[in-house]
Structure formats: C-alpha cells, structure tokens
C-alpha cells in the first residue's frame, strides 16, 4: 500500500469522511509545502435536521466539537507525514488563531485546497458543498512535501440556477453569482452583512451573541438530501 492509501485509510479510521490531495504550490504559504491534505467531518443528520430555526444549541456545540476533532486530525496527519520523512504543517485553528484578516479567511482557506483537490465546490453561500452532504460539513487541512497523487481541481460552481440558500438567508449576505477560482469570495458574499445577522439571531436563540447561524447549511437542497437519507 503506497504513503497515500496508507494516510487515507489512516485519517478515514480516525474519524475523516473524506480525504483529498491537491497541488498548491501556486499558493502554498509555506515555500517547498506544495501539496496539501485535505479532509472533513459531517455533521449527525439529526442536528441538522433540527436547524430549521437556525442556530441551535445543538448545532454550537457540534460545532464546537467538530473544531476539536478536526484539530486533532490535522495533528496526527502531520505526525504521520514526518514521520515517514517528509515536512507537514497542520492548518489548525489552535495555529492559525482566531484573527482571520479583513475577510474572516486564512491565507490559504481549507476551502481552497478541497477544490482544488476535486472532493467538491463553493456553493453561492461561500460554503463547501458536495453532492453527497451538501454544505453539512466541516474542513481542515496540512501542507506538505509529501508526493501524493493530486486531484482533478473544480474551477467553477456547480450550483447552476439554485438560489434556495439565497432566498433562505435573512442577512441578505448571498447575492446569487456562481462561483468560480478567479473570484474572491466578498465579489459573491458580504461576510459582514452575515456577521451582523449572526449575532442578532444568535443572542435571540442562544442568548449571546456570536457569528454562527447555519440557515444556509441547512436550506442546501444537498444538505437536504443527505439529512433525509436513512
């Protein structure tokens, strides 16, 4: 079994979902960690399908929870590449910090390196979205030196026509244009429209307030299909 099945397997058996490799060297912030691992957790169906009154406190603290797991993931993903000899860094919150720039995004978003790894797309929420889970989902990700077999990048959205989460979205943050590589994400979604109505739902739902809300998650016609299954 070669280093990629080995660190497939490995981050499934640990709790990943999912697991893809792509080629950032166009964008690595850590010059010679070209390639990057990406992953995520789903969140329980039933907490979403919970979420019509979007945020919950179920949903926070899943959130929460997921945010650790993921941490952890992405420390073993890194152990395991030096230890087989190659150079890792995992891009963990606890690393990263909470001071996010004038977007609220990493230098090098997960998000970026899942597309670009094939696993799926930016939905017009600026969320990733697969076709499996919809956006009821959580990311991480580690630079590498490691050569690993690299994707088939996704370089457009394939939302197409859709418009729920739009229409679901009372911040008024999701104006509709389909994603592609070459936007940024503030050229589809006005993260401060959704940050201002975050915080007004969620000290009426949770009784503080905070930047999460979830109505999009929940409102993806994706996400639905997944919460439905058995």
């Excluded at 978003?109 to 939905?123: N, V």
Aim: with cysteine; hydrophobic share 30%.
């Amino acid at each position: 079994m070669d280093l990629s099945h080995k660190l497939k397997k490995y981050l499934i058996k640990n709790g990943a979902n999912e697991v893809g490799f792509a080629d950032i060297r166009n964008f690595t912030p850590k010059p010679g960690l070209n390639n990057g691992v990406v992953f995520y957790i789903t969140y329980p169906k039933e907490i979403i399908r919970n979420m019509q009154n979007a945020p919950t406190p179920e949903y926070v603290k899943e959130l929460v929870s997921l945010n650790s797991r993921l941490d952890e993931l992405g420390e073993k993903c890194e152990k395991f590449l030096i230890k087989h000899d190659y150079r890792a860094y995992a891009q963990t919150k606890k690393r990263l910090g909470t001071d996010f720039g004038e977007y609220n995004s990493f230098e090098l978003p997960h998000k970026t390196i899942a597309t670009r790894s094939g696993l799926g797309w930016i939905g017009k929420s600026a969320l990733f979205t697969t076709t499996k889970y919809g956006s009821a989902l959580r990311l991480s990700s580690v630079l590498t030196d490691a050569p690993l077999p690299v994707g088939n990048p996704i370089l457009k959205s394939k939302c197409g026509k859709c418009e729920i989460c739009k229409d679901a979205c009372p911040g008024c943050a999701i104006s509709g244009i389909e994603w592609n590589h070459k936007l940024k994400r503030n050229d589809f979604y006005d993260d401060k429209k959704c940050e201002k109505y975050a915080l007004k739902i969620s000290k009426e739902n949770l009784g503080k307030a905070d930047t999460v809300c979830g109505k999009c998650i929940y409102a993806c016609p994706h996400t639905q299909k997944f919460i439905k299954k058995s």
